[in-house]
């Protein structure tokens, strides 16, 4: 039984096996093949994908973080770009073309994403997290709104995190992936510095 033939069987046996090594291919077309499935796949996703999940199309002596590198080369001089955004890799338009999104779209003037109190409660979260609701209460001087975290739990940006360890076992709350691509930030590390003065600058909304 020669290679190509063993190569078939699966196949033939009733499931078409993926091929990520490409052995067939010269090195330079199994290179450029491996970078179209890593493109097609960022594509396809609308948030960040990971390099384990990229490294399930390409062969294993290939590097991911390389053929990134070489798309990137590429991709100088577009209108988009290819960014590590939560832990993992997405395609999203450079922001000096943000002005012409908005008008080929006739988007016009859009509201405030956030309020400020909104704002307050996901920095606190971020910075103290997990954090349950009296957590909360010592930070802002008052309680934080039901209706407040369920609007931030709605947006996917906070979630349920462990049990407190204060009587009764209250959930806290932690950030979520979609906190980071929002914010724009690869993870928890890139937080700049807090000076921000909660008692002082927090909104009365509750």
């Not at 796949?41 to 990971?50: I, W």
């Not at 939560?86 to 012409?100: E, H, I, K, V």
């Not at 010592?138 to 931030?152: H, N, Q, T, W, Y």
Request: charged residues 30%; hydrophobic residues 45%; glycine residues 6%.
């Amino acid at each position: 039984m020669t290679v190509a033939t063993r190569k078939r069987k699966p196949a033939e046996e009733g499931g078409a096996v993926f091929d990520r090594e490409l052995d067939d291919l010269p090195q330079e077309l199994r290179w450029r093949e491996w970078m179209g499935r890593i493109e097609a796949v960022l594509f396809a996703s609308a948030s960040p994908v990971s390099r384990e999940d990229l490294a399930r199309v390409v062969g294993q002596g290939a590097s991911v973080e390389m053929l990134i590198d070489d798309i990137q080369a590429e991709l100088v001089g577009r209108p988009y770009e290819l960014a590590l955004v939560a832990g993992g890799w997405m395609f999203r338009t450079r922001t000096q073309f943000a002005d012409a999104i908005k008008a080929a779209a006739d988007l016009g003037e859009q509201p405030v994403a956030f309020t400020e109190m909104e704002i307050g409660v996901l920095c606190a979260v971020a910075y103290h997290q997990p954090i349950d609701r009296a957590g909360l209460a010592d930070i802002f001087g008052k309680e934080v709104s039901r209706d407040l975290l369920a609007r931030l739990r709605y947006k996917d940006l906070i979630a349920n995190g462990p049990r407190s360890p204060r009587p009764g076992a209250p959930h806290t709350f932690v950030t979520t992936e979609t906190f980071l691509v929002t914010f724009d930030l690869q993870s928890l590390r890139d937080l700049p510095e807090l000076e921000l003065d909660f008692d002082a600058n927090a909104s009365a909304e509750t």
